[in-house]
Nanobody
Framework: VQLQASGGGLVQAGGSLRVSCVAS????????IAWFRQAPGKEREGVSC????????YWPDSVKGRFTISRDNDKNTAYLQMDSLTSEDTAVYYC????????????????????WGQGTQVTVSS
């Protein structure tokens, strides 16, 4: 199983980025997909998740209304559209997947996810 995250980069505050997560070795439609992020010196935190049934959650209040998660099962790919970026969004963004037979929904604990990608760096300059 491989999760390839891409799309990160350097952007000015107020700008947008879309990060992608391409899965191989699994059929993504049977998995919840979550985006977590880790800033320097901080714990990895959940950002958003979309379950296998399409339920969507955003965890930090700071991203609600600015970030949009989506999935394309035909392409085995998940996306995180990030708008109105601020320096607080600077982090490495990781995608993780959880099979539906682990239980439904989107857990907030990273240990509940079976596989993780390598991460993509997002840097927002102020």
């Amino acid at each position: 199983v491989q999760l390839q995250a891409s799309g990160g980069g350097l952007v000015q505050a107020g700008g947008s980025l879309r990060v992608s997560c391409v899965a191989s070795g699994i059929t993504l439609e049977y998995y919840a997909i979550a985006w977590f992020r880790q800033a320097p010196g901080k714990e990895r935190e959940g950002v958003s998740c979309i379950s296998s049934s399409g339920e969507i959650v955003y965890w930090p209040d700071s991203v609600k209304g600015r970030f949009t998660i989506s999935r394309d099962n035909d392409k085995n790919t998940a996306y995180l559209q990030m708008d109105s970026l601020t320096s607080e969004d600077t982090a490495v963004y990781y995608c993780g997947v959880r099979p539906k037979w682990y239980g439904g929904g989107c857990p907030t604990r990273k240990g509940e996810y079976a596989y993780w990608g390598q991460g993509t760096q997002v840097t927002v300059s102020s």
